[in-house]
């Protein structure tokens, strides 16, 4: 008799505590994958962040790039504008702020590696 107990409590408790299992399974993921979210998003931001920036003077504007020259004596380097969204119509002689990777090819001139923005800046 006492055996039959057991076997009955058992059968009404397992599935209970199986369903039980699966929720807590689902809330756990949920809050997990939703602070991993914020936490890729956050770290985008924080990398763009950090990201170095050139100012300088448009010299020649061409379809998928500008030649600037850069202020503070950094001579000549060439800005690709290809990956950009919404790149704005530059012109010669527009101050322009660039930022990309912090790496520039060795040419001439120079190439800014991964520019990910180039932004009008009001002349002093």
């Known amino acids: 008799m006492i ?3 057991k076997n009955i409590n058992i059968k009404k408790i397992l599935p209970c ?3 039980i299992l699966f929720f807590v399974a689902i809330f756990c993921s949920s809050i997990f994958s939703t602070k991993k979210d914020s ?3 956050k770290n ?3 990398h763009t962040s950090v990201l170095p920036k050139v100012k300088g003077k448009v010299v020649e504007v061409y379809e ?3 030649i600037v ?3 503070g004596n950094n001579g ?3 800005a690709s504008t290809e990956n950009l969204e919404c790149i704005e119509d530059f012109q010669k002689d527009d101050i322009v702020k660039i930022t990309y990777s912090g790496n520039i090819r060795e040419s001439m001139p120079g190439i800014l590696v991964d520019v990910t923005n180039i ?3 009001e002349e002093e």
């Open 39 to 41: 936490l890729e998003i």
């Open 69 to 71: 020259e850069l202020t």
């Open 64 to 66: 998928n790039y500008l």
């Open 119 to 121: 932004e009008l800046e």
């Open 44 to 46: 985008k931001e924080d």
């Open 17 to 19: 505590f199986l369903i």
């Open 76 to 78: 000549i380097c060439e």
């Open 3 to 5: 055996s039959n107990i």
